[in-house]
């Protein structure tokens, strides 16, 4: 069956220092790979998506980046977290119109 | 922007009571989906209805489509207290992105 990792679950950083949040999927290839954020009390916010290896698509202008090594591995970055970086980040994949399966997300709290 | 927006932002209702959620987005859309986030976990996708579609259920949901209003229903029958959440509404457009409302918070009192 399909599984989706996600790690770490929370995350305390001051801001200045670099992020690394891994997402992987399991049972399936060529996935479609999508990072979100979610601000306290609002909605959804996509940040990237990935159709394939190394083929990123930003959606909105930030102080991050991510990208796709390998097919089932989607790795969000930053080299110096801002405050407003802070929030809930949600991985999750996609095939066909099948919907979403997400990750159980990452709380970061920049300090 | 292409993100839907849900409507009402909250919403309290008694157990046993029906809980509608509404949702409006603003682009032409191949599919849209409702999922459902319980507080600081992951997105469960709940059900997905095409562009062509009018009506679906699953259980005690109910999801209306409207295109040519760009709006979408959600019903929950018979709410339980396990139904307290955040219910969002996300439309797939035709480049295969996703966008999320922001979402509706139901509290359902027991």
């Known amino acids: 069956s399909q599984t989706i990792h996600q790690w770490p679950a929370t995350l305390v950083q001051p801001v200045g220092s670099p992020l690394s949040l891994e997402c992987t999927v399991e049972?399936?290839?060529?996935?479609?790979l999508y990072w979100y954020r979610q601000a306290a009390g609002r909605g959804l916010q996509l940040l990237f998506y990935?159709?394939?290896?190394?083929?990123i698509s930003s959606e909105v202008p930030q102080n991050l980046s991510a990208s796709r090594p390998q097919d089932r591995q989607f790795i969000l970055s930053s080299k110096k977290l801002l405050l407003s970086d802070s929030g809930f980040y949600l991985c999750a994949w996609s095939q066909g119109t099948y919907g979403y399966t997400f990750g159980s997300g990452t709380r970061l709290t920049v300090v | 922007s292409q993100q839907g927006e849900e409507d009402p932002q909250a919403l309290s209702i008694q157990e046993g009571e029906n809980a509608t959620m509404n949702c409006s987005y603003k682009?032409?859309?191949?599919?849209l989906q409702w999922y459902r986030q319980n507080s600081g976990r992951g997105l469960v996708h709940l059900i997905l209805i095409r562009s062509n579609e009018r009506e679906k259920h699953s259980g005690r949901l109910r999801v209306t489509l409207d295109t040519s209003k760009k709006s979408s229903s959600l019903l929950i029958t018979a709410s339980r207290a396990a139904d307290t959440a955040s219910y969002f509404c996300a439309t797939e457009n035709t480049g295969n992105q996703f966008y999320f409302g922001t979402g509706t918070s139901l509290t359902v009192i027991p």
């Open positions: 682009t032409s859309i191949n599919n």
């Open positions: 990935s159709v394939g290896i190394g083929q």
């Open positions: 049972g399936t290839s060529n996935p479609n």
